[in-house]
Every structure is written in structure tokens, then in C-alpha cells.
């Protein structure tokens, strides 16, 4: 009964702070994208999306030495995730919004501070400690480890007083922190962690991996590594930290727990402290945190270096064209859509796809208020008095400059009016296949945006595209397109 009176509590003053419930929807949707049999690539790069600085990450992995051989130059999450998978992406999500979400929330407070450094050095470690092995399990692990000191970190963001206990029986020298700990809120640390991460719906792997290390313990060899990772690099990130310790007694340490770790993480003692030593100088010099803090230091850099339209939807265009015509059509609309969203600054992009009964229906979109509104956007094939009727009758797209337009308005279906009323200016491409249009596919800019228009330029890329789309309808199976 005080353990679920203490959860409830905590997280009740979670919720108050307001901010707390968007993290575990936003998680919560990454694992369920994640865990979709049918690869939900819409739901996890509308995630990614919705944030610039964790868009730009992506994009920097995706462009990463590593992974050159697999054409560089990627320039749209869509095509980030054909290239890095599902699980590297959707983990690197996790560990992003964790640290996102503490550091957003950060009180001014010297202690909270400094155990969320701890908290994202130990993250750095981890990101070593498997840089040359499979990215896609060192992600894992970095969230494992992440995850692992969650729980002090809601106590201590959380629960002030609680905290403020817990220290000063630490410093009093008759409890160490996990009996401390323990004795206030008659819980461990590692508990509240594995609460947070089963309401947050992470995956049992996740769990497992956050657990106390132990040689002998019967666990798969998998989760196992992540226990050592997770374990080795929250200590180093400790030892690193410690306050009042000479730099011999520090290298020391990391020894030690090098020798211990280095037959579990498959690598030698002296290598691996010589990592470990090499990332506390890097923290000397104030480097060791680059990876986590290099977008969010750059972040108005990155905006001013915009790139002109045409050479995004180009770059799209490019990553059309390198699939080939028998490619599932979800990740296929997926990257068009982001990339007129991308390359034109949209609001937001949907896309309409014909279903055998006569229906176009919106299948998906990214920006503001596309997923609410997905599900009321569809119109029949028999021919109406409006634009997207026009739309579907033509073999190349059209633009609408002024929305408001008074005659313009009477054009506009009252579905459209009705699911997006904030619209300035839109621009409609047809897909066609088998002399017919099977999809089309919209833009908008919004009242809140200034006014532009689409130059002729602009217009043919973006017609190149939809042509280029209409190849995949024309390989698709009947079934896949009722399925999407």
C-alpha cells in the first residue's frame, strides 16, 4: 500500500506540472510505431517531426560515416528509416525525448542539475562504449541506461522534500544512497524506474536491460550486454563526476570497473578505460556532451541554412527514384509527403488515395492538425463543382493562391472548409496510373505563414514527383491499396 501510495502521488505531481503527460504520449506512440507489425513509418516520422532539433539528429545519423554505403546524402526521416531501421530511429527518439523532457523541465536547482548531467554522461558513455558495433543495439543500450536512473531522477524533479531527506541521510554517513532511498520512500530507485518504463509502455528488452548487473545471473546473453553497458556506463559516468577526487584515484577507478566489465562487453580492460578516461577529457574541456547539445547550440545555424525548394524535392525526387517500382507503398508516400512538407515549408501535407468503391480517402499527412483531422477528409470519384474534382481530372498539378478568395470559396468542398479553416493557399498533384488518378496529393500554407506562391520551377519538380509516385501504384497490388 505505500509503494502504490507513493506511485500515485508522484505521478499526480507529474501531471500537474503539465508537461509530463505529452512525454508519455510521445513515447508511448514511438513504441507502438516501433512495435507494428506493419511498420508504422507515418506515425514514427510524424514524431521525429514534430521537433527540429530531434529531426536534425536523425538526419546527422543517417549521414554519418557509418553509414555512407547507403547512398549519403539523406535528406528526409522517411528515408532515414529505410536506411537505419525502425529500431535504431525509434530508440534514439526515446533516449532524445527523455533527455528533452528533464532538461525542459530542469528546476533551478544546483542538485537537479547536477544529477541530469550525471544522467546524460552516463548516455555518452554507453554511445562509446558500443560506437563500433551495431548502432541499432547501442541505441537500446543508450535508452537502457537512460532509463536505469530515471527513477532518481523523477524523485529528485519530482518529489523535492522527499529528496532533500533522502541527501541528508546519505550525508549523515549511516545509509548509502539506495538504503537512504529506500528507508524515505520505502521504494528503490530502480523500482520507480521500472514503473515509469511499464507505463510508458517500453518493451520487456528495455526492462530487462535496466537491471542490476550479475555475472551469474540466467538471463539471455542479449540482455545481459545491455545490463553490463547500462551498469558500466552509469558508474563510469559516476566515477567521472565524483566531486573532491584526484585524477590518479579517478583513472583508478575506471580501471577497475573496466576489469570487471571488459569480458561481458567483449572488450579489453585497457581499452576500455582508455574510452572511458579519454571522455573525462573531453568533459574537462567541456566537449564530452557535444553529441546531446551540438543541435540545440546550433539549432538557429541550422535554420538559416535553408536550402531552396528545388533542391529539396530534388533530393526527394532522387530517393524516388532508387526504389524500385515493387516497394511498399506506405514508406513510398511517406517520403513524398515529407518531402514537399520539407521542401516548400508547408503546414501540412496530406495524401488521398482511390479505393476500389470510388472513394479517394486520406491515408496520411504530416504537420499541424493532419492526424486529427485524417479521418474526415475523404470525397467521392463522382465528379462535383470543386477543386479536387478539377484536381483528379487533370494530369498535372494546381495551385491556389488565395483560399479566401470569396469565388475560390464556393469551390471548396465543405469537408475541406470544415477540417482546415486556417488555409491561405494549397497546391493539388495528381498521381496517375493506368491513364487514371489514383492518389492526390496536397500542401497547404497557413493564415500564420506569410504569402507565397509556387514558381513555375517549383510546379515541375513538384509534377516530376507525382509522376514519379504514379510508378508504385502502377506495381501495387489491389489488396495493398485497400490496406493503407
Given at each position: 500500500?505505500?509503494?502504490?501510495?507513493?506511485?500515485?502521488?508522484?505521478?499526480?505531481?507529474?501531471?500537474?506540472?503539465?508537461?509530463?503527460?505529452?512525454?508519455?504520449?510521445?513515447?508511448?506512440?514511438?513504441?507502438?510505431?516501433?512495435?507494428?507489425d506493419d511498420l508504422d513509418f507515418t506515425g514514427l516520422v510524424q514524431v521525429v517531426l514534430s521537433d527540429f532539433a530531434l529531426t536534425q539528429k536523425v538526419l546527422r545519423l543517417a549521414n554519418s560515416?557509418?553509414?555512407?554505403?547507403?547512398?549519403?546524402?539523406?535528406?528526409t526521416v522517411t528515408r532515414a528509416l529505410m536506411v537505419l531501421g525502425m529500431d535504431a530511429v525509434g530508440h534514439l527518439v526515446v533516449g532524445l525525448k527523455l533527455v528533452d523532457h528533464f532538461q525542459h523541465s530542469a528546476p533551478h536547482r544546483i542538485d537537479a542539475k547536477l544529477e541530469l548531467n550525471r544522467t546524460m554522461l552516463s548516455g555518452c558513455v554507453a554511445r562509446k562504449v558500443t560506437a563500433s558495433g551495431d548502432l541499432r543495439e547501442g541505441e537500446e543500450a543508450v535508452v537502457c541506461t537512460l532509463m536505469r536512473q530515471?527513477?532518481?531522477?523523477?524523485?529528485?524533479?519530482?518529489?523535492?522534500?522527499?529528496?532533500?531527506?533522502?541527501?541528508?541521510?546519505?550525508?549523515?554517513?549511516?545509509?548509502?544512497?539506495?538504503?537512504?532511498?529506500?528507508?524515505?520512500?520505502?521504494?528503490?530507485?530502480?523500482?520507480?524506474?521500472?514503473?515509469?518504463?511499464?507505463r510508458w509502455r517500453l518493451p520487456d528488452t528495455i526492462r530487462a536491460g535496466m537491471c542490476t548487473y550479475e555475472p551469474e545471473a540466467l538471463a539471455p546473453p542479449s540482455v545481459q550486454w545491455l545490463r553490463a553497458v547500462t551498469n558500466y556506463s552509469t558508474e563510469v559516468a559516476d566515477a567521472l563526476?565524483?566531486?573532491?577526487?584526484?585524477?590518479?584515484?579517478?583513472?583508478?577507478?575506471?580501471?577497475?570497473?573496466?576489469?570487471r566489465y571488459s569480458t561481458a562487453l567483449a572488450t579489453d580492460a585497457e581499452s576500455l578505460a582508455a574510452m572511458s578516461v579519454a571522455l573525462a577529457r573531453e568533459e574537462a574541456g567541456e566537449g564530452f556532451m557535444r553529441e546531446i547539445y551540438e543541435l540545440r547550440a546550433n539549432a538557429d545555424a541550422i535554420a538559416r541554412a535553408s536550402v531552396d525548394a528545388e533542391t529539396r524535392i530534388e533530393a526527394g525526387l532522387e530517393d524516388l527514384r532508387a526504389l524500385p517500382s515493387e516497394n511498399a507503398l506506405a514508406p513510398v508516400l511517406a517520403l513524398a509527403s515529407e518531402t514537399v512538407l520539407a521542401g516548400l515549408?508547408?503546414?501540412?501535407?496530406?495524401?488521398?488515395?482511390?479505393?476500389?468503391?470510388?472513394?479517394?480517402?486520406?491515408r496520411l499527412g504530416f504537420g499541424r492538425d493532419v492526424e486529427r483531422a485524417l479521418p474526415s477528409?475523404?470525397?467521392?470519384?463522382?465528379?462535383?463543382?470543386?477543386?479536387?474534382?478539377?484536381?483528379?481530372?487533370?494530369?498535372?498539378?494546381?495551385?491556389?493562391?488565395?483560399?479566401?478568395?470569396?469565388?475560390?470559396?464556393?469551390?471548396?468542398?465543405?469537408w475541406y472548409r470544415h477540417a482546415f479553416d486556417d488555409v491561405r493557399s494549397f497546391v493539388l498533384l495528381p498521381v496517375v496510373a493506368h491513364q487514371s488518378a489514383v492518389a492526390l496529393l496536397y500542401g497547404d500554407w497557413s493564415l500564420?505563414?506569410?504569402?507565397?506562391?509556387?514558381?513555375?520551377?517549383?510546379?515541375?519538380?513538384?509534377?516530376e514527383l507525382a509522376r514519379e509516385l504514379g510508378r508504385f501504384f502502377a506495381h501495387a497490388p489491389a489488396r495493398e491499396l485497400e490496406m493503407l
Open positions: 500500500m505505500v509503494k502504490a501510495a507513493l506511485l500515485d502521488k508522484l505521478w499526480a505531481r507529474m501531471s500537474e506540472r503539465g508537461d509530463f503527460p505529452m512525454l508519455s504520449q510521445s513515447l508511448r506512440t514511438t513504441m507502438a510505431a516501433m512495435k507494428n560515416a557509418m553509414y555512407m554505403a547507403f547512398g549519403g546524402n539523406i535528406t530515471v527513477g532518481k531522477l523523477l524523485v529528485v524533479f519530482y518529489l523535492e522534500a522527499e529528496w532533500e531527506e533522502i541527501r541528508q541521510k546519505t550525508a549523515s554517513g549511516g545509509l548509502d544512497e539506495a538504503a537512504a532511498c529506500a528507508a524515505v520512500l520505502g521504494v528503490t530507485y530502480e523500482e520507480l524506474g521500472q514503473e515509469a518504463a511499464t563526476s565524483a566531486a573532491g577526487v584526484s585524477e590518479h584515484a579517478r583513472e583508478a577507478r575506471i580501471a577497475e570497473l573496466a576489469h515549408n508547408f503546414t501540412r501535407t496530406v495524401v488521398f488515395v482511390r479505393q476500389a468503391s470510388g472513394l479517394y480517402k486520406a477528409l475523404f470525397f467521392k470519384e463522382a465528379f462535383e463543382p470543386d477543386v479536387f474534382h478539377l484536381a483528379i481530372a487533370n494530369s498535372v498539378g494546381i495551385f491556389i493562391e488565395n483560399a479566401r478568395d470569396p469565388k475560390m470559396i464556393t469551390r471548396l468542398p465543405v500564420s505563414q506569410e504569402p507565397r506562391k509556387i514558381s513555375q520551377t517549383q510546379m515541375s519538380a513538384l509534377n
